[in-house]
């Protein structure tokens, strides 16, 4: 800078408001000299304070929270809004009345509410049903007085079982289940279960105990947890995704293996094959669906990649300043690659056998030339090694009918995890880690199959207070074993 321009410093709130095109006349007065010279340092300094601002890659990876308002992008076109209610000729729906009624009462005036006059009892009458939490009366407390004999066969004391408690707890079959199911399957905070029992049901809890129970409840549970990953392991297709954890202060990640029926999570230190090779303990014969991540890449050859993925890393250079060369004709061949394939996988009925073949090899052939041909835009070059890697796995979908183009599924099962993880900031223990595993597993897999978390992991609790093991999880809600 020359001598003769003045020192001259940006104010904060002057950047804020030139970004946000909010800047006034007032603002502009007090910040730009007369001087053309030092006008030209101050725009230079404003160029690089919002340039500084703004440098920050954002991808289609990019937390929604890391990018600052002003870089999102803004609304869409308006759209007419759509009719609320249900479609002319759809048959209505509605809350469905209680099947008992547990009390009845009955509304009569002395007067009328206008004049206060007599009334003439006509005999008419109305019922409205009213469905409400009774009002908050305490824990149900139970003394069992239990009857202790001697057996002069087996030499010992025996005494009968009470199936009401895990032995020697103080707290209830149902109100473990319910503690539990509210912590680990719907991701409710510790100190907000306490605020329910302690002043709502005004049963007193500490925070201590509730923990002690909840690793006493997950050690029970784990056969079932273990039963859901073998089934995972024994799956025909099989969806997996991971992210990230807090465990005691480090990071961890979280993996999640999931099915239709079946959700299997695991928390562990690594994402890389350590993780994978406590999980897979036998071989893999299904198809594995993922995205990109090469720890994937030794579990098994039977592959279906991610499009979405890919889609998502198109848009992000088709909206960056990259986008040059030859990228338009990268990018417009490989969208036209995924049309073909899902044109190819809906008409797969309609078309015969031999036909189908060869358009899927024509296909696996557009992929591989499009993955050797000579490209120039860097990020052309990229992707094309990407689809010279796993070119024939993102294909895997056209050949297997039961076998979906996208991972959504694993990413919508990781979601209600990651919500937890916002609300408790992850696990503050390597016992609390195995916990969560373990009893988000099991409320996450009978979430799946439509079972009643409280009545299934209540009735467990029970058999395995009277018999000393757990039963068999149930395969859905008509089931019994």
């Known amino acids: 800078m ?22 006034t006349r007032a603002q502009l007065d007090a910040v730009l000299p007369h001087d053309r010279g030092a006008i030209i340092f101050v725009m230079l300094q404003l160029s690089d304070a919002v340039g500084d601002a703004t440098s920050s890659p954002v991808g289609p990876h ?22 609320k209610g ?6 209505g729906s509605s809350r469905p009345p209680p099947e008992t009624i547990d009390k009845r009462v009955t509304h009569t005036l002395p007067a009328c509410p206008d004049c ?18 009774p009002a908050a009366s ?28 895990l032995p020697a707890c103080t707290l209830g079959n149902r109100t473990v289940a319910l503690s539990s199911w509210l912590h680990y399957g719907l991701g409710t905070t510790t100190s907000q279960i306490l605020a329910v029992f302690n002043r709502h049901l005004r049963m007193t809890l500490s925070e201590g105990g509730l923990t002690e129970i909840w690793h006493r409840l997950a050690r029970v549970l784990r056969p079932w947890a273990d039963a859901i990953r073998d ?13 990230g954890w ?37 071989e893999f014969g299904g198809v594995l669906v993922t995205d990109f991540w090469k720890a994937y890449d030794k579990v098994t050859t039977r592959r279906q990649m991610c499009w979405p993925h890919l889609l998502r890393d198109l848009k992000a250079v088709d909206d960056s300043r990259e986008a040059d060369t030859d990228w338009p004709d990268f990018a417009g061949k490989l969208r036209r690659i995924y049309a073909d394939a899902i044109r190819l996988d809906l008409a797969r009925d309609a078309v015969d056998a031999e036909a189908f073949a060869r358009r899927l090899d024509k296909l696996h052939g557009r992929v591989g030339a499009l993955a050797h041909a000579d490209w120039a835009n860097p990020h052309a070059k990229r992707l094309a090694k990407r689809l010279d890697h796993y070119g024939e796995p993102l294909l895997t979908f056209v050949e297997h009918p039961d076998v979906p183009s996208s991972n959504n599924h694993a990413e919508r099962e990781v979601r209600p995890a990651v919500l937890m993880r916002k609300a408790s900031y992850g696990s503050q223990s390597e016992q609390g880690a195995a916990t969560r595993a373990t009893l988000m597993t099991v409320f996450r897999t009978l979430h799946r199959r439509g079972l009643d978390p409280l009545k299934t992991v209540e009735a467990a609790l029970r058999t395995y207070a009277e018999t000393g093991t757990v039963p068999a999880m149930p395969e859905n809600p008509g089931s019994t074993g």
């Open 2 to 23: 020359s001598d003769s321009i003045p020192a001259i410093v940006l104010d904060p709130a002057f950047v804020v408001a030139f970004r946000a095109g909010t800047v």
């Open 86 to 91: 249900g479609k002319p000729g759809h048959p």
């Open 116 to 133: 206060g006059g007599e009334l003439k009892r006509t005999g008419q009458k109305r019922k409205r049903i009213i469905e409400d939490l």
């Open 246 to 282: 807090r465990t005691n202060g480090e990071t961890w990640w979280l993996w999640c293996f999931t099915t239709p029926a079946d959700t299997y999570y695991h928390l562990h230190p690594s994402r890389g094959h350590a993780a994978l090779d406590e999980f897979f303990r036998k």
């Open 231 to 243: 089934r995972c392991l024994d799956a025909g297709v099989l969806h997996a995704d991971e992210t």
């Open 62 to 83: 990019t937390p929604s929270g890391s990018v600052p308002p002003y870089a999102k992008p803004g609304p869409g076109p308006t759209k007419r809004p759509k009719k």
């Open 138 to 165: 305490g824990s149900e407390v139970t003394e069992h007085t239990i009857d202790r004999d001697w057996c002069p066969c087996c030499k010992k004391q025996v005494e009968p079982t009470v199936p009401d408690a």
